[in-house]
C-alpha cells in the first residue's frame, strides 16, 4: 500500500499564454502540469491532490496578483501545519532590468510598455516566500527559455525591450529566498545561460531531469524518499550533459541551500527504489513522464478547482551547492554546480 506525504503544499505556477502574444510559452504549463501529475501520483510522490495541498496557475490565472494570492494561500496552508513541506515552483519569462539592477518574474498580464509595473520583482516575490513559515521550503525556478536546438527555424526569437536582458535567477536574489531555516533554491541556469526546451517542444530539459529525480534517478537501492540532495546529485549531472547532446549549448542548474538534507517527497509511494536501482526502473519512469505529459496537457483542468482572489480561475549555516559530474558525487562547499561535458 501507497504512503501519503500528506504534509506536502506546492503551489506550480506554469505562465504559458501572455497577454501580450508574443512572449508567450507555452513549454512552461507542460512543465507545470507534468510535475503536477508526478507530485499527486500515491505510487510517486504521493502529495495529497486536493485544493488543500496543491494549487496551479497557468495561461490567464497566472496573472500578477493570482501568484501573489498563490502564495498567499501556501503561507496559511503551512501555518496550519507544523510539519509541512513547501513547494514553490516557477515555469516562466526571467528578465533583468540592466538599467537598474531588478529582477522580474512575467505573469500572464504583463504590460510591454510597462514592464516594471506590471511584472512581479523579484524582490516582492522573495518577500512573499520568506513569509511561509513551511518547517521546510523548497523553490524552483526554471527561466530563462529558449526553444528547440540552438538552430531551430519554428520558434521566432523573442524581442525583449532595450535595457532588459534573459537571465536566471541572481544571486543576490538566491541568498535572500534561502534565508531562514528549512530552505533550499533550485534555478535552471546560471547568468543569462538559456534555460533549453527539449527539441520534441513536451518539456523544458529541466523539468524533464527534475521529474526524473522525483522518481528515484538521484537515489540508492532501498531509499523511501526523495532529498534535497538526490535532486542535486541527478539534476545536476543529466541537465549539462542534455543540454549539450540535444541543444549544442551550456545549461548548468544552480543549487543553494540554508538547511540540512530534507526530504520533499516519498520515493515510488513510500515503497522506496528497488534493488535494481534506477537502471531496473528508467523505462517504466519514463513512460510515467509520457503518460503525464499525454494526460496534462491536452487534459480539460476543471478539476484544478482553485479561484484565486481576483477573480482569475485557474485552468483547470548556508552552503552553496556544487555536484560534481560523476554519479554519486556528494555535496560540496563552493557555489555552483559543475557538469561534465563530453
Known sequence: MSEAFNHGYALLIGVGESAYP??????????????????TNANL??????????????????????????????????????E?????????????????????????????????????????????????????????????????????????????????????????????????????????SLGTQKSWIRPDASLSIYTYHLIEALQGAGNQPGD????????????????????????????????????EDFPIAVLRGGKGLPGGGWEAIQQEAIEMIRDAIEIHIGRDMKDSIVTVGDGNVIGDGSVSQVIKADRGSTISGVTQIAGRKE
Open 84 to 188: 509541512a513541506t513547501a513547494v514553490v515552483y516557477y515555469s516562466g519569462h526571467g528578465w533583468l532590468d540592466t538599467s537598474t539592477g531588478q529582477y522580474y518574474l512575467l505573469p500572464h498580464d504583463i504590460k510591454p510598455f510597462n514592464l516594471p509595473g506590471s511584472a512581479l520583482s523579484g524582490e516582492q516575490f522573495t518577500e512573499e516566500v520568506r513569509k511561509i513559515t513551511a518547517k521546510r521550503t523548497l523553490v524552483f525556478i526554471d527561466s530563462c527559455h529558449a526553444a528547440g536546438l540552438a538552430t531551430a527555424k519554428d520558434k521566432p526569437i523573442i524581442e525583449i525591450p532595450d535595457q532588459f536582458r534573459r537571465s536566471a535567477l541572481p544571486k543576490g536574489l538566491v541568498d535572500d529566498l534561502k534565508q531562514g531555516a528549512g530552505r533550499a533554491v533550485f534555478t535552471s
Open 224 to 259: 523511501t524518499v526523495v532529498r534535497v540532495s538526490n535532486l542535486i546529485n541527478h539534476v545536476g549531472k543529466s541537465v549539462p550533459e542534455s543540454a549539450l547532446k540535444l541543444c549544442q549549448a551550456e545549461q548548468t542548474p544552480f543549487f543553494d541551500t540554508a538547511t
Open 22 to 39: 508574443q512572449w508567450s510559452l507555452p513549454v512552461t504549463v507542460k512543465d507545470m502540469k507534468a510535475l503536477r501529475s508526478i507530485f
Open 45 to 82: 510522490c504521493a502529495y495529497p491532490d486536493d485544493e488543500q495541498h496543491i494549487r496551479l496557475l497557468h495561461d490567464n490565472g497566472a496573472t500578477r496578483s493570482a501568484i501573489l494570492d498563490g502564495l498567499g494561500w501556501l503561507q496559511t496552508q503551512v501555518t496550519a501545519d507544523p
